[in-house]
C-alpha cells in the first residue's frame, strides 16, 4: 500500500526518465523578491510567457521594512528587489501582493491563511521553508532559481523522488510545551542532516491534536533537519481551517474536494523507508546554545560537555560554543539577553501572538530588553488588533511592527548587533543570520515571551 507521500507525488507525475528524474506537475508557484529576478531575466532572455500565469503567485517579504511600509524604502538593494518584483510580475502578468495590501505578509504566512495552499497539491518556491506547506497535507518543497524559470515556463519541474520517513509523536505534551518544541526536540535527535534525502510524514497524538498554526510551524522546520519536505496528512482540522478561506473551493466543489482530501492518507500496511518514533513526554521547553537548529537543549538542562561530544564533531562545537560565548556544561537558564523576536515564517501566526501575550499580560517589557513583534501578514495584524491582543502587548510595552520577515535573516532593517543576544522564534541560529556577528537562541513563542519581561532566558512554565 503507498504512503500519502507516494499518492501525492504519483498523481502528480508527467513523466520519468529512465534512470534521471522525474518531471513532475506543480500545482503552485509563490515567487518573492529575492530568488525570482534571475527566472524572470532568463524567461525574457527566450521570448517565453509562464505557462500557467494564474498557477504564480508573487509577494515580497524577505526586504520589506517592519515600520513606514507607505513611505519609499530607504536601502536602496531592498527597494530594487521589491520594485523589480512588482514590476515583473505586471511585465509576465501574475498576481502580485505589495507592500500594504491587505493581502501582503510573509508567502509562507499567506499561502495558508488565503486558502492557496490545499490537500493533494504540489507546491514549490525559490525559498527552503516552502515546507510550511506540508502542513496543509501538501508535498510542498524549495527549489532553486534556475527551477523557478522551469516552472514559470512549463508548469513542471525536474526531481528525483525523495525516500519516504514517517516521525510519530505520542503521548500528551506537557505544560508549555508548543509545536515549535516538538520541532526543536527532533532537530536535535535527528541532527541538522539525519532526513537528508527524506521527505517526512508527521504523526501521531501530538501531530493530531495540533492545530494548524503548530502543524505549520512542525513542518516549516523540517528542512533545519535535511529534509526535502514535511507534511501532516488533512483530517478535521485542516478542513475546519480551509473552509471559507478566499481560494478554498465553494458549493458544490467544496464537497468533491472534500471527497478527494479524505482519501489523503497513508494506508494502514503503508511501507515507509525509514520509521522513527517519539515520546511526548520526554520534550519541555528548548532553546538552541549553538550555531544549527539541531544544537538544542530541553531549557532546564545544561550545554553538553565535551565528553558527550563524538571526535569528529569536537571542533564544530567548541567553534560554535566560542562564538555564542557560551561553555560546555554551561545552563543557560537565568542568561541575560538583549533582543527578543517574534515572527518569521516560523512563529508570525495569531496563535503566536496569543501565546507570547498569555505570558507578558500584566507584566512589563524588561529594560533590557529590544523586542521586535512582527506578524506575518496583515491578516494576522488585523485579528491581533480585532482580538484586543495589541492592547495587552502594548500595556506590557511592547509595539507591534509591520508584516514581513523581519529579523529572521537580516535582509531588512531589522539587524541584531554583534555580540548581542537574541531570542528569536525564528529557524535557524547561524552565525551572523541575524545580522553580523549577532547570536541567536531559537525558542518557541512562550520562552520568547517569558526573556522578554524577565530580560533573561526563563522557563515559561513558572510564568504560566
Not at 494564474?54 to 517579504?61: G, L, R
Not at 542568561?335 to 507570547?356: K, M, P, Q, S, W
Amino acid at each position: 500500500m503507498n504512503t500519502l507521500f507516494d499518492k501525492i507525488w504519483d498523481k502528480h507525475v508527467v513523466q520519468k526518465i529512465e534512470d534521471g528524474p522525474t518531471q513532475l506537475y506543480i500545482d503552485r508557484l509563490y515567487c518573492h523578491e529575492v530568488t525570482s529576478p534571475q527566472a524572470f531575466a532568463g524567461m525574457r532572455e527566450r521570448g517565453l510567457k509562464c505557462f500557467r500565469p494564474d498557477h504564480i503567485y508573487c509577494m515580497p517579504d524577505h526586504n520589506t521594512p517592519t515600520h513606514d511600509q507607505d513611505k519609499p524604502i530607504e536601502d536602496p538593494v531592498s527597494k530594487k528587489q521589491v520594485d523589480t518584483l512588482a514590476k515583473n510580475a505586471a511585465d509576465f502578468g501574475l498576481t502580485h501582493y505589495g507592500m500594504m495590501s491587505k493581502d501582503n505578509g510573509i508567502i509562507h504566512v499567506v499561502g495558508p491563511e488565503k486558502g492557496l495552499s490545499l490537500p493533494g497539491m504540489t507546491i514549490v518556491c525559490g525559498d527552503s521553508h516552502t515546507s510550511t506547506h506540508g502542513a496543509m497535507g501538501a508535498v510542498a518543497f524549495g527549489i532553486g532559481t534556475s527551477e523557478v524559470e522551469m516552472v514559470m515556463a512549463s508548469q513542471c519541474i525536474l526531481q528525483q523522488k525523495p525516500k519516504s520517513m514517517r516521525i510519530s509523536i505520542n503521548g500528551t505534551l506537557q505544560k508549555g510545551v508548543t509545536a515549535k518544541d516538538v520541532a526543536l526536540y527532533l532537530m536535535s535527535k535527528l541532527t541538522t542532516s539525519g532526513a537528508t534525502g527524506y521527505f517526512v510524514e508527521y504523526s501521531g497524538d501530538v501531530v493530531k491534536n495540533l492545530s494548524m498554526e503548530g502543524r505549520l510551524t512542525l513542518c516549516n522546520l523540517s528542512i533545519e533537519m535535511g529534509a526535502r519536505g514535511g507534511f501532516v496528512a488533512p483530517d478535521e482540522t485542516t478542513l475546519e481551517y480551509i473552509k471559507g478561506r478566499e481560494f478554498a473551493p465553494k458549493g458544490e466543489e467544496w464537497d468533491k474536494a472534500v471527497e478527494y482530501w479524505k482519501t489523503l492518507k497513508s494506508g494502514d500496511d503503508a511501507v515507509f523507508d525509514k520509521e522513527l518514533n517519539f515520546n511526548a513526554a520526554d520534550i519541555e521547553p528548548r532553546v538552541t546554545y549553538g550555531t544549527n537548529p539541531g544544537m538544542g537543549i530541553g531549557i532546564t538542562e545544561s550545554i553538553p560537555s565535551l565528553d558527550d561530544i563524538d571526535e569528529a564533531g569536537k571542533a564544530s562545537f567548541n567553534k560554535s560554543l566560542e562564538y555564542m560565548g557560551f561553555a560546555p556544561g554551561e545552563k543557560l537558564l537565568g542568561h541575560a539577553i538583549d533582543y527578543v523576536f517574534l515572527g518569521a515564517c516560523t512563529n508570525g501566526r495569531i496563535e503566536d501572538f496569543r501565546a507570547f501575550a498569555s505570558i507578558v499580560k500584566g507584566k512589563k517589557k524588561a529594560d533590557n530588553v529590544v523586542a521586535w513583534l512582527v506578524p506575518g501578514s496583515w491578516a494576522v495584524d488585523k485579528q491581533i488588533r480585532e482580538e484586543g491582543i495589541d492592547k495587552v502587548l502594548e500595556d506590557a510595552g511592547f509595539a507591534i511592527r509591520q508584516p514581513g520577515c523581519s529579523a529572521c535573516l537580516a535582509m531588512n532593517d531589522d539587524k541584531v548587533p554583534a555580540g548581542k543576544y537574541a531570542v528569536s522564534t525564528s529557524n535557524r541560529n547561524f552565525e551572523g543570520r541575524q545580522g553580523p556577528g549577532s547570536r541567536t537562541i531559537l525558542a518557541s513563542p512562550l520562552v520568547a515571551a517569558a526573556a522578554a519581561v524577565t530580560g533573561k532566558i526563563t522557563d515559561p512554565r513558572e510564568l504560566m
